[in-house]
């Protein structure tokens, strides 16, 4: 079977599956299984080998089943770095992207931040922030120790060890500041919209990592306690929650109150600083 094949016969798969992106997730698994990107599949004839059949039709059973694509691949891009995943951490997503954006902005023209990453997860926000600012060194919290395990391999995998240090904890409790920045993805799915999501959160994803009521508001009252006098909190929130969560920090004492939108136009980091 040539790898244009495949990828047909896959997409008609995931497609009957209920897959959300079945051609773009039959490229990507093609792909995967060649060892050659996603534009090289137009450009190769080479017949998968049985042994390769095998190995798709396990990658496209798992897909099938409505794992996340990232975890039957085992790795996804964030920013500039492949990051290993799995179901120890969420998936890292575009939007969170956006929130790395908004952090940078904040670093700027400071030569050697100090920075405090709330439910690391995977590592992706701590770890994006030491590739893209040379001088940042960032502590990487979270309360899960599966996913600090995965942040660690992340870690040694993005070459980046002894600029971002891993600790367990809730939040913020136990850290010393001053903090030039503090930037957390916190739970933020209120309960009752649980059941409405996709398999692919309800059935992979680590619920403590989906699920929070008002996490926002613990974070912004702990950071205040941590955060130098104009030292910015970067938060990332849901659809729909930017205002609320504007207007809360704005309550706390925060000042120069910012929003966001992500790719999808949706209010998506919200920002302040300590006066």
Do not use: K
């Not at 190769?44 to 794992?67: C, F, G, K, T, Y």
């Amino acid at each position: 079977m040539s790898p244009l094949a495949a990828v047909h016969e896959v997409a008609r798969e995931l497609d009957g599956a209920g897959v959300p992106s079945p051609r773009v997730d039959a490229e990507l698994l093609v792909a995967d299984v060649l060892g050659i990107s996603r534009s090289e599949l137009y450009a190769s004839d080479r017949a998968l080998r049985e042994e390769e059949l095998v190995h798709l039709r396990e990658l496209v059973a798992r897909r099938q089943a409505r794992e996340p694509l990232a975890y039957v691949l085992g790795e996804w891009g964030f920013r500039r770095l492949v990051l290993t995943v799995d179901s120890r951490a969420l998936v890292p997503r575009p939007e969170t992207e956006v929130v790395v954006e908004r952090c940078l902005a904040a670093l700027r023209g400071i030569a050697e931040p100090r920075v405090v990453d709330v439910g690391t997860g995977s590592g992706a926000i701590a770890l994006a922030l030491a590739d893209e600012h040379p001088g940042a060194r960032v502590v990487a919290v979270d309360r899960s120790e599966d996913a600090l395990a995965l942040a660690r391999e992340n870690l040694e995998r993005t070459g980046l060890a002894g600029r971002v240090e891993l600790r367990q904890g809730d939040l913020l409790a136990g850290l010393e500041g001053p903090f030039d920045l503090v930037v957390s993805n916190p739970p933020y799915v209120p309960p009752e919209e649980y059941p409405e999501l996709q398999p692919e959160i309800r059935l992979y994803e680590p619920y403590e990592a989906v699920v929070g009521d008002h996490v926002w508001q613990r974070v912004a009252r702990q950071a205040l306690a941590v955060l130098r006098p104009g030292g910015r909190l970067v938060l990332e929130c849901g659809e729909g929650q930017a205002a609320e969560v504007a207007e809360g920090l704005a309550a706390l004492g925060y000042a120069g109150v910012l929003c966001t939108p992500d790719l999808a136009g949706r209010d998506r980091a919200v920002e302040a600083h300590r006066p």
